[in-house]
C-alpha cells in the first residue's frame, strides 16, 4: 500500500456524462498530481494543487477540472465524457512543491461506452 | 523542454536472459531527477528507483541495474536473469530538480518467455 487512495478502482460509464475520480494522499503530503495514462498519449501530466491551491497545468481539457480540499483530498471531475476519455487516471502525492518525493495511487480505471 | 525517448517498444527474452531497457533524456536543465516504474498487468505504478543528477554512480539492486551517463544523457535499467515476474511496461521519467511534474517516456513492454 503506497498511502495514496483513489476511489473508485473502476469505472464504466456512458459518453456525455460527468464522473468524479477522487484521491487521498499519502499522510502529510501536500501536493497532489493528477496524470492520465491512454493508449494513444501515453502517461501525461494533468494538474497539480498544492495545499489547496492550484500549482501547475499540463494537458488538461476545458472539460475536465480538479479541486484540493481542505483535508487535501482531491477530486478530478470529468465531463461530456467522450470515449477517448477512456483511461487509466493515477494520482500521486508528494511532501514538497517538487516531484522527487512522488508516491502514485493505484489508479481509476475509466471506460466510456 | 524535456523529453524521454524509450526506443524498444516491445522486448521478449527467455527465461534467466539478462534484458536491458534504454532511456535517453532531453533537458536544459542541469538538476534533474530520473526514475524507473515498473506497470504489471494489474495497473499499478510501481517505483523502482531515483537519481538526482548529481549523482553518476550505477546502482544494483538485486537482478536490477541501472547505468546513468550524463555524456550520453541516458539512463538504462538492467534485468539479469529474467524472471516470468518481470513481465510488465516499464516507464522511465524525467522530472526538474524543484519541478511539478513527470515526463514519461512511451514505456517498453518486456515479456519474459519461461
Known amino acids: 500500500d503506497s498511502g495514496v487512495t483513489q476511489t473508485p478502482k473502476h469505472l464504466i460509464t456512458a459518453t456525455g456524462q460527468r464522473v468524479t475520480l477522487r484521491c487521498s494522499p499519502r499522510?502529510?503530503?501536500?501536493?497532489v498530481y493528477w496524470y492520465q495514462q491512454s493508449l494513444d498519449q501515453g502517461l501525461q501530466f494533468l494538474i497539480q494543487y498544492y495545499n489547496g491551491e492550484e500549482r501547475a497545468k499540463g494537458n488538461i481539457l476545458e472539460r475536465f477540472s480538479a479541486q484540493q480540499f481542505p483535508d487535501l483530498h482531491s477530486e478530478l471531475n470529468l465531463s461530456s465524457l467522450e470515449l477517448g476519455d477512456s483511461a487509466l487516471y493515477f494520482c500521486?502525492?508528494?511532501?514538497?512543491?517538487?516531484?522527487?518525493?512522488?508516491?502514485f495511487g493505484s489508479g481509476t480505471r475509466l471506460t466510456v461506452v | 523542454a524535456q523529453k524521454v525517448t524509450q526506443a524498444q517498444t516491445e522486448i521478449s527474452v527467455v527465461e534467466k536472459e539478462d534484458v536491458t531497457l534504454d532511456c535517453v533524456y532531453e533537458t536544459r536543465d542541469t538538476t534533474y531527477y530520473l526514475f524507473w516504474y515498473k506497470q504489471p498487468p494489474s495497473g499499478e505504478l510501481v517505483f523502482l528507483i531515483r537519481?538526482?543528477?548529481?549523482?553518476?554512480q550505477n546502482e544494483i539492486s538485486g537482478r536490477y541495474s541501472w547505468n546513468f551517463q550524463k555524456s550520453t544523457s541516458s539512463f538504462n535499467f538492467t534485468i539479469t536473469a529474467s524472471q516470468v515476474v518481470d513481465s510488465a511496461v516499464y516507464f522511465c521519467?524525467?522530472?526538474?530538480?524543484?519541478?511539478?511534474?513527470?515526463?514519461f517516456g512511451t514505456g517498453t513492454s518486456l515479456t519474459v518467455i519461461p
Open positions: 521519467a524525467l522530472s526538474e530538480y524543484a519541478g511539478n511534474q513527470f515526463y
Open positions: 537519481r538526482n543528477s548529481f549523482d553518476e
Open positions: 499522510s502529510g503530503d501536500l501536493s
Open positions: 500521486a502525492s508528494s511532501g514538497g512543491q517538487g516531484a522527487s518525493g512522488y508516491t
